[in-house]
């Protein structure tokens, strides 16, 4: 079982950029793949990106591909999302989620160890 910490959430208004950052407990098979989900008003949870870290792959929602980059930070073992032309809709409570690499897709049922979650909220 990995252990993950989120920070970065905050508010920021419609355009604006966000960084969040998860952590993870220890490097293994567990946790090298690491994702973002989210759950926004109205809607179920749903994959944002992922980073099988090892490979240096990342997989983006359509939702968010263009805007949203996920990226690895070895020195606090964990990954970056940066959020860029933040919108409304976006806004929500964040999850970062851990797997194993041949799990590493955008479905809540492949991962083993999940964090607390961070509140994104922006405003229109």
């Known amino acids: 079982v990995v252990d993950l910490t989120e920070s970065g959430g905050g508010s920021v208004q419609d355009g604006g950029s966000l960084t969040l950052r998860c952590t993870a407990s220890q490097y293994t098979d567990s946790s090298d793949c690491l994702a973002w989900f989210r759950q926004t008003p109205g809607n179920e949870r749903e994959g944002v990106a992922s980073?099988?870290?090892?490979?240096?792959?990342?997989t983006y929602s359509d939702s968010v591909k263009g805007r949203f980059t996920i990226s690895e930070d070895s020195a606090t073992n964990g990954v970056l999302l940066r959020m860029d032309n933040l919108r409304a809709g976006d806004s929500g409570v964040y999850y970062c989620a851990a797997t194993f690499p041949w799990r590493c897709e955008l479905a809540r049922s492949k991962y083993v160890s999940w964090g607390h979650g961070i509140q994104v909220t922006v405003s229109s």
């Open positions: 980073l099988e870290r090892r490979r240096g792959a990342p």
